[in-house]
């Protein structure tokens, strides 16, 4: 089958297509294109030498002299539509592929050359859904490092002290969403991640799902600590969720744990390779509605199970599939997804657990090895 020829200008500290396509990190705009399979980039000099170690599957060219050779041309200031220009015509490309998040006005210029675009809907790179041993193993060492945060964050909680209207107390100054949050966040830094908008919601504010968390913590009432890092060598995320009452939880939050621990177990029954990711969600909702669980908007705001089940993770936090109700997406051999059940009802608090699943031809294995316990 003959491959399409691609194009992208993008820089790959934030595009994750482009991070896949060329294996570093560069942080600002350059340009790759694929030529009948074969990949090209043009960057500027400061990053050749960085690139012919990190990039050796593709042919570098460097952008100074393509632009001198521009300008001697008669152009006073290339752009990068006189750059694409110029190496699109010594490779003979009329025609071009680019993603659907390619610059407008460049588009506009380069038609203006005559040059044909066609935006490729969807995945641009279509396998970076589907995870090498490699690419798992990378998602597995972002993970442990989200599992570390996650370790301080409990043993906070474990060391902290209650105090009057169960106010917690840590090396006797209050403890805060934000104390504990940074308490995380720096030991996921130690360990090679970078941990952005981590999640420590305590109470009522558990119960919107993405609520980073404010104030004070206080015991006998569910925290959701939710931690995605991604690590500063590879660019692979993980993604945990564990929801922990210091001291003594209600009947109500104890029920609620177990029905979304139950659910969980559900999920990873349900969630592999050749099943919709619609029908997988949906088995989740309907075992919450026996359960007495009902997902419903109740005085504006919505309650019960109101997010999706899970989502791919990789390069991005949040990629293909996604397993959710209206999800056309179906499972596949290879995806690394999140499982992260929740409930939420104002009067109880929120809880939600997530772990990392890799899905073969054969059985859908989980990544996370940190432990569940509701009480600590």
């Known amino acids: 089958m003959k491959s399409e020829n691609l194009l992208m200008l993008a820089d790959s500290e934030r595009d994750a297509d482009m ?129 570390v945060g996650l370790s301080e964050a409990i043993q906070t909680l474990k060391n902290a002290r209650i105090g009057k209207n169960r106010r917690l107390l840590f090396h006797n100054v209050p403890l805060t969403s934000e104390k504990l949050r940074a308490i995380i966040d720096t030991a996921v830094l130690q360990a090679g991640g ?30 959701i600590i939710d931690i995605f890092p991604r690590s500063q060598k590879t660019g692979y995320y993980g993604d945990i969720s564990r929801t922990v009452v210091k001291g003594r939880a209600s009947e109500g939050v104890r029920r609620l744990f177990h029905a979304v621990a139950r659910a969980q177990d559900l999920a990873f029954r349900k969630v592999k390779a050749g099943v919709g990711c619609a029908e997988a969600h949906i088995a989740i909702r309907e075992f919450f509605d026996r359960e007495g669980y009902p997902t419903r908007r109740r005085n504006g705001d919505m309650e019960g199970f109101f997010h999706s089940t899970g989502h791919g993770l990789g390069l991005e936090l949040h990629e293909a599939p996604s397993i959710g109700p209206n999800s056309n997406d179906q499972l596949l051999a290879g995806q690394v997804v999140s499982i992260e059940p929740g409930l939420y009802y104002p009067e109880l608090g929120g809880v939600r657990l997530e772990d990392v699943a890799h899905l073969s031809a054969h059985r859908t294995r989980n990544l996370t090895k940190f432990e569940k316990v509701l009480e600590v």
């Open 19 to 147: 991070l896949y396509a060329v294996g570093m990190f560069a942080p600002d705009p350059f340009l790759y294109l694929s030529v009948r399979g074969k990949p090209h980039i043009v960057l500027n000099d400061l990053e050749m030498g960085r690139a012919r170690r990190c990039a050796q599957h593709c042919r570098i060219v460097s952008l100074r002299q393509v632009t001198e050779r521009l300008r001697r041309n008669g152009v006073e200031a290339p752009d990068w539509s006189d750059v694409i220009g110029f190496v699109l015509r010594q490779k003979g490309i009329r025609k071009i592929v680019v993603p659907d998040h390619f610059p407008f006005a460049l588009a506009r210029k380069l038609r203006n050359r005559k040059i044909k675009l066609r935006v490729k809907e969807g995945d641009f790179f279509p396998n970076r859904q589907l995870k090498s041993a490699a690419e798992v193993k990378k998602i597995s060492a972002a993970l442990i490092m989200a599992e």
């Open 194 to 223: 970078l941990p952005r908008h981590t999640i420590v919601a305590g109470g009522r504010q558990a119960c919107d799902p993405h609520e980073c968390g404010t104030g004070q913590l206080r015991a006998n009432e569910p925290i």
